[in-house]
């Protein structure tokens, strides 16, 4: 029994040591995905990556990925943007070449905080906020909490409101699977998630995939998912939500698995001035899947 028990944990060490998947290291994600213009800039504690282009005396916009993503997520919208913007993205906290918050609170109270030190840091009394997802949630919140800093605000499948498996005033419990997610990222797991944002699957890359992985195993980033996914209680939004001056556009895919677009009627409820585009035959991120299709009426709606 006891050579059994050994060969054994014998197994499970192997198999263990086998699955692990470290961290890559800063210098070389850098290298490679930290491309001109690029910059790293102090705001609020944290060492902040971000792009910043287009003319500086041109009506300002931020863009705010969602979960799991980085500002690469921008790319094709950014370079048209930026003709008659200042486009400024960014890798939130606790993700892509940002990394780790040293405060390891990844709060929306934080997100806001440190949103707002990047705009006086950047001289910016006002912008526009584009966020996908999580990153939608963190533009309401924000346009919520500082009205008058906010010109027009653009919401893509905003995350928010309460659905299956998620209550208010609730922390969830972070699965094993996520509680994993730190030493282990098998890729045809990683493949079959991410592929879930798009209605298309070949719309999943390998080039695409392979950074969306690069961007997971940046330093820290695991580990900070994580401790999010354990601090992301819900408050019923809707008494934020009509604190909202900013003219606002709803954006959705049509066949978005992950948000779908029925949750837009809660938004138009409680937004005081805002409409709806759907894009039919797209998903979760219309920016990845048909970037000049999803940009047009946001270009629009932005002044472009």
């Not at 054994?8 to 470290?22: C, E, K, S």
């Not at 409680?270 to 899947?289: I, M, N």
């Amino acid at each position: 029994m006891k050579l059994i028990a050994v060969l054994l944990a014998a197994v499970i060490l192997g198999a263990a040591a086998w699955l692990y998947v470290p961290d890559k290291p800063r210098a070389a994600l850098e290298a490679r995905y930290a491309a001109s213009p690029d910059s790293f800039r102090e705001v609020a504690g944290l060492r902040l990556h971000l792009r910043d282009t287009g003319p500086r005396d041109a009506p300002a916009v931020i863009l705010l990925h969602g979960f799991a993503s980085s500002l690469h997520t921008w790319e094709d919208w950014a370079r048209v943007l930026d003709r008659d913007h200042r486009v400024i993205r960014l890798d939130l906290p606790g993700f892509g070449l940002t990394g780790a918050d040293p405060t390891g609170d990844y709060t929306d109270e934080r997100s806001a905080a440190v949103l707002l030190a990047l705009m006086d840091g950047l001289g910016l009394r006002r912008t526009s906020l584009v966020g996908s997802s999580m990153g939608g949630r963190i533009a309401w919140d924000f346009a919520a909490r500082h009205p008058d800093r906010v010109d027009r605000l653009v919401l893509m499948a905003p995350d928010g409101f309460a659905g299956p498996g998620r209550e208010y005033g609730v922390a969830p419990k972070v699965p094993m699977l996520v509680r994993l997610l730190p030493y282990v990222l098998p890729t045809p797991l990683l493949r079959k998630s991410l592929s879930a944002a798009y209605a298309d699957p070949a719309a999943m890359t390998e080039e695409r995939l392979a950074r969306y992985r690069d961007m997971l195993l940046a330093p820290g980033v695991r580990r900070a998912i994580v401790a999010r996914t354990g601090q992301g209680a819900l408050a019923d939004p809707v008494p934020l939500l009509r604190r909202i001056t900013a003219p606002t556009l709803l954006v959705w895919g049509e066949k978005d698995a992950m948000i779908p677009v029925a949750n837009a009627a809660d938004y138009q409820r409680a937004l005081p001035d805002s409409r709806l585009v759907v894009f039919p035959g797209l998903g979760h991120v219309p920016q990845e899947e048909a970037p000049d299709l999803s940009l047009e009426p946001v270009r629009a709606f932005l002044g472009g």
